[in-house]
């Protein structure tokens, strides 16, 4: 196996097992974000990189050995991933001295074309357990300065104009509340989440957006002052927002 295992691997799957639903009930690849395989994890990271804009259209992809050390998989698992995402359309590749792998200039159609409704939520509702779990985990053992940064997040999406600004805050605010409440490990977990969240759920609206961050300020209020039940609840009421 050249699977290097990443903290909540084993991520070399083969492929088949890539079907397995997410909603499904006592199997051991049940659990959303614990199972997937390594063509996954390429995609949803590269996707989660494209929501953070450290991606953006256009833009050529880390060399292959890179991206396998970062993600600590083989590097023919990468290469294949990449051969798929060109194959969707997510990738570009180009050959000559200035050749590589690009992301698509079109990634945003393609991707509305991946959208799907009922993973989507599956993976939604686990993000929500994990948050709730998260929040009432550490309701009132969270450092004030912690609970700053997050803060300045929730400030700075106040103010934010640009549509891609804001999910990109968004999706900021996520990984930074995962690794607070939760840690670095946490963070990689949410990130998994995040990221294939990015491939299945069609872009918040803005107003969506901003209605969220209204969630966002309540719960850090609520965790600063150690109110669990409060702080769980403004958890939820940040899921409804999206629910509509
Ligand atoms: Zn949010």
């Known amino acids: 196996m050249v699977n290097a295992a990443g903290k ?17 009930v006592g199997h051991a690849r049940a659990l959303p974000g614990s199972g997937q395989s390594g063509s996954e994890l390429v995609r949803s990271r590269i996707a989660l990189r494209v929501r953070l804009a450290t991606l953006i259209p256009g833009d050529r992809l880390p060399d292959v050995g ?6 600590g998989i083989s590097e023919i698992t990468v290469r294949r991933a990449l051969e798929g995402m060109c194959q969707d359309g997510l990738l570009d590749r180009r050959r000559g001295r200035a050749g590589g792998t690009f992301i698509a200039p079109g990634w945003d159609a393609v991707v509305a074309l991946l959208h799907n409704e009922e993973e989507a939520a599956s993976l939604d509702a686990f993000h929500l357990l994990l948050e709730c779990g998260l929040v009432a985990h550490s309701s009132g053992e969270v450092p004030p300065e912690q609970l700053e940064r997050l803060q300045a997040l929730v400030t700075e999406m106040d103010v934010a104009e640009d549509p891609t600004r804001l999910l990109e805050l968004e999706a900021r605010f996520h990984l930074d509340l995962a690794e607070t409440l939760g840690g670095s490990g946490i963070r990689e977990f949410a990130a998994d989440l995040l990221g294939r969240l990015c491939l299945l759920q069609p872009v918040p609206e803005p107003a969506m957006v901003r209605a969220q961050n209204r969630c966002h300020a309540e719960l850090l209020a609520e965790l600063g002052r150690g109110a669990t039940d409060p702080a769980v609840r403004a958890v939820k009421a940040h899921q409804r927002a999206r629910l509509g």
Request: charged share 15%; hydrophobic share 35%; no cysteine.
């Open 8 to 24: 909540f691997g084993p991520y070399n799957q083969p492929g088949p097992e890539r079907a397995a639903s997410v909603t499904g």
């Open 66 to 71: 890179v991206l396998a050390d970062e993600l």
